[in-house]
Structures are given as C-alpha cells and as structure tokens.
C-alpha cells in the first residue's frame, strides 16, 4: 500500500519566488483534493479534481494558485509570486467516487515557509 | 460560523481516563469523518459513518442524525493517544467537498 505522497515534505523559499508541489494518489482514486492548514486550524478546501477534470475552486484560491492533474493521476499545485501568508502544510487527498460513502486518504503534507 | 464546530478544543486528560470529543455540523451530509493528525502532520481516517455508532479497539465514534451531532470515545487513554482529532463532514451536494473542524489538541499524561 503506497498510500498518497507528496513531494517535497518542506521548501523554504523567498517571498516572490514560485513552488510547486506534486501529490501522488492512491492508484485506483479518481478524486484528487488540495487542501491548506495553518497552525491550530482545520484544513481548508483549495480545490478538486475528479480525473483530470478539475471540478471545484475554492474562493480562497487566489490566482497566484493553481493546480493541474494532466493525466488524471499525479496533480501539481504552483504558487507563483509567494507571500508570506502563504506558509502553510498543504495537504493532498484522494478517494474513490464510485463508493457510495468514500474515506479520505491523505498526504503528509507539504510544509512551505516564505520568507 | 463553521459548518463544523467541535468541542472542547484543547483536552488534558490521565493515562486511563475516557474521554470524549463532541462535533455537531449544519451541512446536510453523506458521512461523517473522523480523522487523526499527529505532530509532522499526517493525516490518518479513524471512521467514516452516516449512521448509528463504529468500534475500533478503543476507540467508538457515534452519529446522531436527527441531532447533527457526533462523538469519538477514547476507553482507556494513553499517552500515544496524544494528537489532534479532526470532525469532518462530507456533503455530496456540494461535489463531495468535506467541511472540517478545527480539531481538538489531546494530551495523554503518563
């Protein structure tokens, strides 16, 4: 069971610089979903994919943010022109639609710091 | 206002004790998670249920439907029971996005 993996665990970058995060679902699972979380705080939804359809986007998401999924496996999220409230561990999870009721599987996250 | 509120936020407890966090949601939902972050942040799902109660070893999660409330129970706590517990709500109306709380932080103290 390889689970879901994200790619790095931790970038440190410079306010104005862009990153780019990879998340690798569980193999079978179509749903892809992006989420932020901040120091003693819920995660947030950024947004998801069903296959390479990316079907939802929070608000939130501003237009530094966005996030492909090509083939409808592996997805990226890229923040461009970081700021420093953009620190945070974005998390990846995946899950298969066709289940009536569907767990979350996540990542370990990617912890980003801006400096 | 949350669409998922969970109580209390923070919980010390003894080794031994049981203990209990509580969530209640607004949203109409397809199932309700409960999930398990330990510090360095990985995420585990404990239980998924759209209904009635689920056991695994110590751990019991129950739903009340007409209420929109949920527990998770914890028999007999131990220090690696230490970590922060996640209420998560899912609704398929909204294209299955999932409404979580904002955790509850447990300490297990030897």
């Known amino acids: 069971d390889t689970g879901v993996s994200q790619n790095p665990r931790h970038k440190i970058t410079k306010r104005g610089q862009n990153v780019t995060f990879r998340c690798d679902p569980i193999?079978?699972?179509?749903?892809l979903y992006w989420y932020r979380q901040t120091l003693g705080q819920g995660p947030e939804f950024l947004t998801y994919?069903?296959?390479?359809?990316?079907?939802?986007k929070s608000r939130l998401l501003s237009d530094r943010f966005s996030a492909e999924r090509p083939k409808g496996s592996f997805s990226t999220l890229e923040i461009q022109r970081t700021e420093q409230g953009d620190s945070a561990m974005y998390l990846c999870?995946?899950?298969?639609?066709?289940?009536?009721?569907?767990?979350?599987?996540f990542g370990n996250g990617t912890r980003l710091t801006v400096t | 206002k949350n669409e998922v509120e969970q109580s209390p936020q923070n919980l010390t407890a003894q080794e031994g004790e049981f203990i209990t966090i509580n969530c209640s949601y607004s949203?109409?939902?397809?199932?309700l998670h409960w999930l398990q972050q330990h510090p360095g942040g990985g995420i585990v799902s404990l239980f998924m249920?759209?209904?009635g109660k689920k056991k695994h070893g110590r751990l019991i999660a129950t739903i009340n439907i007409q209420e929109k409330h949920s527990s998770l129970h914890i028999t007999a706590s131990h220090p690696r029971d230490s970590a922060v517990y996640i209420c998560?709500?899912?609704?398929?109306?909204?294209?299955?996005?999932?409404?979580f709380g904002t955790g509850t932080s447990l300490t297990v103290i030897p």
């Open positions: 999870a995946s899950s298969l639609s066709s289940q009536s009721y569907s767990p979350l599987h």
């Open positions: 193999s079978e699972h179509n749903r």
């Open positions: 994919f069903q296959n390479e359809a990316q079907l939802e």
């Open positions: 949203v109409g939902i397809s199932a």
């Open positions: 249920l759209s209904s």
């Open positions: 998560a709500a899912s609704s398929s109306n909204t294209g299955n996005q999932f409404y």
